[in-house]
């Protein structure tokens, strides 16, 4: 990993019945980390001592945990990822993913396992900016899900999805924001994707994933959403009207929704996220984050 780069694996769900939701996103290099900027404004910003593993559960039992650590805390591998007392690994078409974190701002206890099945995987990464130093790769966007949790007790099957994103600066050097949502359908699964660059360009690209074949799709017009507490804009792709479900995540710089899209003329429920670098940036922001993502 490159100094001020960073790496993630991104994965959320929704259970069968729609009760349910959670996303985990394993992080080197965490692009939300306070510690990892203040560590490359000294010319420290070395990946691997920035780590963690991010973990929500949406729905009735809700949860937040997001515990930075060092490389002394941190094992990798071509199949592992160890991250303090948490762990992330890929055995054949299942990746496993063991939790054990002290949620934030109230310190209680997330314990679990997670299994992704991934039945098809894909190799079409995609360049967000000119100059490639930040790509995206949707790996298993139509997956199976089993949640068994501890603590809190929960468990669950559903419908999956599984992206990385990797770079070689930090994000706020190349966007101002982003917003992208994915849905599943009978055959496989549909991503937009808009990153806003500070010049105001846009890379804006839906793909459809399915039998193991990648297609560009019309891109839907970009609609609003309401704007939550902090007061940020959020857009989805859709040929209507959208409607929001639940509002999962409403941070100063980030959200993220459940949210009901037409495409095609069907209607889909949708993960939608919106991610604000130019907020993020801020020094108010910045001095806000150790409170939800302590460094261990």
């Known amino acids: 990993m490159p100094d001020g780069g960073y790496r993630w694996w991104y994965f959320d769900a929704l259970s069968n019945d729609g009760k349910h939701g959670l996303s985990i996103i394993a992080f080197v290099g965490s692009v939300f980390s306070p510690y990892y900027a203040r560590a490359r404004r000294k010319g420290l910003g070395h990946a691997e001592n920035h780590c963690a593993i991010n973990v929500a559960l949406y729905g009735g039992t809700k949860r937040w945990a997001m515990t930075e650590r060092g490389k002394a805390d941190v094992s990798r591998t071509e199949s592992e990822f160890v991250c303090g007392p948490s762990s992330m690994r890929v055995e054949g078409d299942v990746v496993t993913i063991s939790i054990n974190e002290r949620c934030m701002p109230w310190p209680l206890a997330l314990k679990g396992h997670v299994k992704i099945h991934l039945s098809r995987c894909y190799d079409s990464p995609v360049s967000l900016d000119d100059g490639e130093l930040h790509q995206w790769r949707a790996v298993a966007p139509h997956a199976r899900i089993e949640v068994e949790f501890t603590a809190p007790e929960l468990r669950w099957r559903g419908n999956a999805y599984h992206d990385m994103n990797w770079g070689a600066e930090p994000l706020e050097k190349a966007f101002k ?23 105001e360009s846009c890379k804006a690209f839906g793909l459809r994933f399915a039998e193991g074949v990648v297609k560009e799709v019309n891109l839907p017009s970009a609609r609003s959403l309401k704007r939550g507490l902090w007061g940020m804009r959020q857009d989805v792709r859709s040929e209507t009207a959208p409607v929001l479900v639940a509002k999962l995540e409403d941070a100063p710089f980030y959200a993220r929704n459940h949210v009901r899209i037409t495409y095609d003329g069907k209607a889909y429920d949708a993960f939608q996220e919106t991610l604000s670098l130019e907020k993020f940036d801020t020094r108010l922001v910045q001095m806000m984050l150790p409170f939800r993502m302590p460094r261990w």
Do not use: C, L, M
Request: hydrophobic letters at 40%; aromatic letters at 22%; a negative charge.
């Open 177 to 199: 924001d982003w917003t992208w949502s994915r849905v599943h359908d009978e055959n496989g699964a549909v991503v937009f994707y808009d990153a806003r660059r500070f010049d």
